[in-house]
């Protein structure tokens, strides 16, 4: 079994944040850990717009505070994201997200992350074997 706290990563190897500071990402679960999905407690910090292009992964978002909006990129349509609203990635979507107030999301990944991943230059993570 596994049991962790959010205050045990805070600080340590599984925290991460985004080169520009519009994201803190605490890793809650690895690749590592065995269980096939990775689990993520994200901040986004508010005011920002952030590219995303998870090519080589699916992530699944549940907001559990603050008020957002993901717009996809090849079609332009916009979905407000509050608390209660899940968005999942599923068709590997192009997207903007933007937090107009400071969100707290939790982000399941497929295949998992291995820890220290931030997006690349095209906006996704690398496949890290």
Not at 58 to 63: F, K, R, S, T
């Amino acid at each position: 079994m596994i049991v962790r706290n959010i205050e045990e990563i805070k600080g340590s190897e599984r925290e991460v944040t985004a080169e520009n500071n519009n994201w803190i990402s605490r890793r809650l679960l690895l690749k590592r850990d065995g269980v096939g999905f990775s689990l993520n407690d994200t901040i986004i910090n508010e005011g920002t717009e952030t590219y995303i292009w998870y090519k080589n992964h699916v992530e699944a978002v549940y907001c559990i505070e603050g008020e957002g909006e993901v717009e996809l990129v090849d079609d332009n349509k916009v979905y407000n994201i509050t608390p209660g609203t899940l968005y999942v990635l599923n068709k590997h979507e192009k997207h903007l997200l933007r937090a107009k107030k400071r969100m707290r999301l939790v982000c399941v990944f497929n295949p998992p992350l291995v820890g220290r991943e931030v997006h690349q230059e095209d906006g996704s993570y690398p496949l890290i074997e």
